[in-house]
T-cell receptor
Framework: DGGITQSPKYLFRKEGQNVTLSCEQN?????MYWYRQDPGQGLRLIYY???????QKGDIAEGYSVSREKKESFPLTVTSAQKNPTAFYLC????????????FGNGTRLTVT | GNSVTQMEGPVTLSEEAFLTINCTYT??????LFWYVQYPGEGLQLLLK?????DKGSNKGFEATYRKETTSFHLEKGSVQVSDSAVYFC???????????FGTGTSLTVIP
């Protein structure tokens, strides 16, 4: 069954700790994206990657880091430098054609206290 | 630059009412346009798309027409159901670059 798996669905961390969110895809898509969604707001791009071992900063990359060692995987680390990390995080993939839609995972809700 | 503007929500309608959610865009070149739907606690799902001017995307009773002259892609449905309650996002993908641009979303609640 093709799709995007984000895990875990809910994540709780103490302030000052780094945390890594997982995103795995079996759609064979080249491009992968991380978005942040806050209540009542739209999506803000954190990082994206168009090819293995390469990635670019989005609009709100500060306090986040990513890696793309495999085509299927694009983990996001929320570091202690991120001032307001509590949010809903969405991973998406695409085939790099502008006429094709992005496909989204079901998200990870991160709560930092 | 590229941007998407959606009508402010929330929108509350009675079942079987007509729905319009406005979306206008600014883009360099000739973008593709999309509508996504998000149910509570879930990711975004593609609802429909249009890839060139005058194309009409349709799915599950929803329609939107790519209007280049008015730079719009308004979402319509003739008769909404309670199950249509969700947040709707308009998005564009420019034909240059690899980013998507999303509107801020419009929350729809349909009451019986």
């Amino acid at each position: 069954d093709g799709g995007i798996t984000q895990s875990p669905k809910y994540l709780f961390r103490k302030e000052g700790q780094n945390v890594t969110l997982s995103c795995e895809q079996n759609l064979n898509h080249d491009a992968m994206y991380w978005y942040r969604q806050d209540p009542g707001q739209g999506l803000r791009l954190i990082y994206y990657s168009q090819i293995v071992n390469d990635f670019q900063k989005g609009d709100i990359a500060e306090g986040y880091s990513v890696s793309r060692e495999k085509k299927e995987s694009f983990p996001l680390t929320v570091t202690s430098a991120q001032k307001n990390p509590t949010a809903f995080y969405l991973c998406a993939t695409g085939d790099s054609s502008y006429t094709s839609p992005l496909h989204f995972g079901n998200g990870t809700r991160l709560t930092v206290t | 630059g590229n941007s998407v503007t959606q009508m402010e929500g929330p929108v509350t309608l009675s079942e079987e009412a007509f729905l319009t959610i406005n979306c206008t865009y600014t883009a360099t070149g000739y973008p593709s346009l999309f509508w996504y739907v998000q149910y509570p606690g879930e990711g975004l799902q593609l609802l429909l798309k249009a890839t060139k001017a005058d194309d009409k995307g349709s799915n599950k009773g929803f329609e939107a027409t790519y209007r280049k002259e008015t730079t719009s892609f308004h979402l319509e449905k003739g008769s909404v159901q309670v199950s249509d309650s969700a947040v709707y996002f308009c998005a564009l993908s420019p034909n240059t670059g690899n980013q998507f641009y999303f509107g801020t979303g419009t929350s729809l609640t349909v009451i019986p």
